[in-house]
């Protein structure tokens, strides 16, 4: 059985999820059923995939999960891009959350890889 929280990158992602909860906060009221809410789904997606991918049996199933992780960071990044040109999320905060985000996707790669 893999421990999912002992994983630096299952932290990192759990971490990133309150930033985003954080920053999401100030979006416009006519986003909280868009932008706001698919940012938000992307990023508990990550760490969230990760540990479900955790508890299955197989190397390809766990590898499979790991990939849809990813594919949930490059969501968010592309998300995170869309609300910065919307003036949604100032430069400080986009450059934090771009860097954290790229942090995680090369995690996620290596582990990847590792398998």
């Given at each position: 059985m893999r421990n999912f929280r002992n994983w630096e990158v299952w932290k990192n992602a759990k971490s990133l999820v309150k930033i985003v909860y954080q920053v999401t906060a100030s979006f416009p009221d006519t986003e909280k059923f868009g932008l706001t809410n698919?940012?938000?789904r992307a990023a508990v997606s990550i760490p969230a995939n990760i540990a479900e991918g955790a508890g299955r049996r197989t190397e390809k199933d766990f590898k499979n999960f790991l990939y849809i992780a990813l594919?949930?960071?490059?969501e968010l990044e592309?998300?995170?891009d869309l609300s910065h040109d919307l003036s949604f999320i100032k430069k400080d905060r986009f450059d934090?959350?771009?860097?954290r985000i790229?942090?995680?996707q090369r995690q996620l790669n290596s582990f990847i890889q590792k398998l």
């Open positions: 698919q940012i938000r594919g949930s960071a490059f592309a998300l995170i934090e959350l771009h860097d790229n942090h995680i």
